[in-house]
């Protein structure tokens, strides 16, 4: 296999973005992307592309890249794989670069999820995502499937609503001064515990806010890095890992499965463990995720991630920081392009020059989970050779 290289990645300000067709975001990602190729890259030099988009409200989201992009004469494949659909799409990008099929990708993701969070599209999309027997009608969308999840973490390790709100101060702080970011303001311990609640053990202030965004990254097998720049970002790992979908059926709520098979294979192909890893931007959708993806992903023990937390070894300045940018939490959650902005950011950090930039980072990981944390998927970036 082929040495893949990121040599160029770009994103738009998350947010409420009423004023912006998906056309519009997609094509402006598209873009910031090009412009970032420090020797510079034209459209027609891609010979393939990949599009991650979950809720479809344009149709055809292939059709709509290649069209409002100008890439007609080469295959465009849309990837769908719920919240995991970005890092996915890179992982699919990556295999056709590596095997030769493809010397120039495009991995873009988008998703509009504010224009379609009270109708039926919405509701049509959480229902293939979901056990439609038991699950659905429960109640089990997003807040309740991950409660679970949490609440039996907290349960069996003595894990508190406080060590929650860390993980939402620490990703608020980091996202305050990211100007790509939906929401750019710090939360405190009182305002965390006291907003309003979601679904126990989150309040509001737990959860992720519904965003609207875009993002890409182009890669190109090594023997032709140096054409676009001097400093790539080589892809040395990808993994998908499942689990099953209703929540009867999973043997441990204290954990996401998903994860650790992804994980296991991503750290394989790139051939080094979670101790090598400088920076991470994992799955914040709510605050006791990022907490429970610690154990998952092995940065630390089982039962140890809120140690972690209240050491600040998860913090800007501790031993691993994690969500840099803000996280979900802070930076939003397009659903297609969270994944694929997440390589974005960690894109700047190992080139040097991030908003909150991590000292010395050389190896950075990209984590997501959903689809009801019955799917993952992660890259593992290494930085330019010195």
């Known amino acids: 296999m082929r040495e893949v290289a990121i040599v160029g990645a770009g994103m738009i300000p998350f947010g409420e973005l009423f004023h912006q067709s998906l056309k519009d975001m997609v094509a402006k990602a598209f873009q910031a992307t090009l412009d970032s190729v420090d020797k510079g890259m034209r459209a027609d030099e891609i010979g393939a592309a990949w599009f991650s988009e979950v809720q479809s409200v344009d149709g055809f ?33 990556v295999y056709a670069v590596g095997g ?47 409660a679970l999840h949490v609440a039996r973490y907290m349960h069996e390790f003595g894990a508190t609503r406080e060590h929650l709100a860390r993980v939402a101060m620490k990703n608020h702080h980091n996202g305050a001064t990211n100007p790509h970011a939906h929401l750019r303001f710090e939360v405190s311990m009182e305002q965390v515990l006291n907003a309003p609640m979601v679904v126990e053990p989150f309040g509001l ?73 400088n920076v991470a931007e994992v799955h914040d959708c709510f605050t006791g995720v990022e907490m429970m993806t610690y154990e998952d992903l092995g940065f630390c023990g089982r039962g140890e991630a809120p140690r972690l937390l209240e050491k600040e070894e998860t913090s800007i300045g501790g031993s691993l920081p994690v969500n840099p940018s803000g996280g979900l939490l802070s930076k939003g959650h397009p659903p297609g392009a ?45 930085g330019p050779s010195a």
């Open 61 to 93: 989201p292939a059709g709509l890249l290649a069209d409002t992009c100008g890439l007609l004469d080469i295959p465009v494949t849309r990837v769908e794989n719920a919240c995991a659909s970005g890092n996915d799409a890179i992982r699919q990008a």
């Open 100 to 146: 030769g099929y493809v010397n120039v990708a495009l991995v873009l993701g988008a998703d509009k999820v504010r224009d379609t969070s009270s109708s039926s599209t919405f509701w049509e999309w959480m229902s293939t995502n979901r056990d439609m027997a038991w699950d659905l009608p429960l109640g089990l969308i997003s807040p309740g499937s991950f």
């Open 205 to 277: 202030l737990d959860c992720v806010p519904q965003s609207d965004g875009a993002a890409a990254v182009l890669l190109v097998s090594k023997d032709i890095a140096n054409r676009y720049t001097d400093h790539p970002v080589w892809v040395r790992g990808v993994g998908t890992g499942m689990d099953r979908i209703m929540h009867a059926h999973k043997e441990d709520l204290s954990s996401f499965a998903a994860t650790r098979r992804a994980a296991k294979q991503a750290f394989a192909m790139a051939g080094i463990g979670p101790q090598d890893i």
């Open 338 to 382: 969270t994944g694929i902005a997440q390589c974005t950011e960690l894109f700047e950090q190992l080139r040097g020059h991030a908003v909150n930039q991590v000292d010395g980072a050389k190896w950075a990981l990209a984590h997501n989970v959903g689809g009801p944390t019955a799917v993952s998927a992660i890259t593992v970036l290494e």
